[in-house]
């Protein structure tokens, strides 16, 4: 079950930020999404289609469901009639997909980029020049691409015990972030999501200008 008291000091300290809180509910039954529900949350984050879409169907309509793990392109078509927002776009193919699936559902799907600033090179996302490509492409062709609106960014930090790299890498994408917004979206005022911090590191995240953090552990407990 969700710790509601932990989840509305949460509120309470991030609120007077603008800082929305993805609930990230992934592995966890539908009975504790639904006792957060209750208490008035009503964004989730879930990393796997399958399970994203089983819970979709028995919680209420209202729901604003997150799509945050690794996406397949042949998967976006289970999600695309309800998802509200999908943080891990990390290729200019998968933007089409996207964009191609939410056209037969007549809706435009908010799309944050993934980037990677981390040193692994075996982790998800674009680096800044595979971002910028993307953007190039995607300026090119935006009069076929009404059906997807990038909302902006969503990146992890390594996960190492010195906080001042993981304060140096959250620093990097809202670099990173200011930098596309003026070379791309410079007039739309929907280019204005930050998804930085998870439980470990939400609060260097929101010290470094994330506006969107996703909270698993801290509010429903570690998964198993
Ligand atoms: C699981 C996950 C989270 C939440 O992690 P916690 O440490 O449990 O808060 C956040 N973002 C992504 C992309 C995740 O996969």
Do not use: C
Request: without cysteine; hydrophobic residues 40%.
């Amino acid at each position: 079950m969700p710790d509601i008291a932990t989840y509305l000091s949460l509120r309470e300290e991030l609120d007077p930020t603008d800082t929305t809180i993805i609930a990230v509910s992934k592995l966890k039954p539908v009975v504790d999404i639904q006792a957060l529900y209750d208490a008035g949350h009503r964004d989730f984050g879930e990393n796997y289609v399958q399970e994203m879409v089983e819970k979709q169907e028995q919680l209420p309509q209202d729901t604003h469901w997150h799509f945050i793990g690794h996406l397949q392109r042949n998967k976006v078509k289970y999600i695309a009639s309800f998802v509200h927002l999908i943080h891990s776009v990390d290729s200019f193919k998968l933007l089409r997909e996207i964009n191609k699936q939410a056209q037969k559902y007549d809706r435009v799907i908010d799309v944050l980029l993934q980037v990677y600033v981390g040193d692994e090179a075996t982790k998800f996302g674009l680096d800044e020049k595979e971002t910028m490509e993307l953007l190039e492409y995607y300026d090119a062709q935006k009069s076929s691409l009404q059906h997807v609106r990038i909302r902006g960014l969503m990146g992890m930090a390594s996960f190492v015990d010195d906080q001042s790299i993981v304060r140096k890498e959250f620093n990097t994408i809202t670099q990173m972030f200011f930098v596309l917004k003026n070379q791309f979206f410079l007039a739309d005022e929907y280019f204005n999501i930050r998804s930085m911090g998870m439980s470990g590191d939400y609060k260097i995240a929101v010290a470094e200008k994330s506006n969107m953090v996703r909270i698993g552990s801290t509010i429903f407990g570690d998964r198993v």
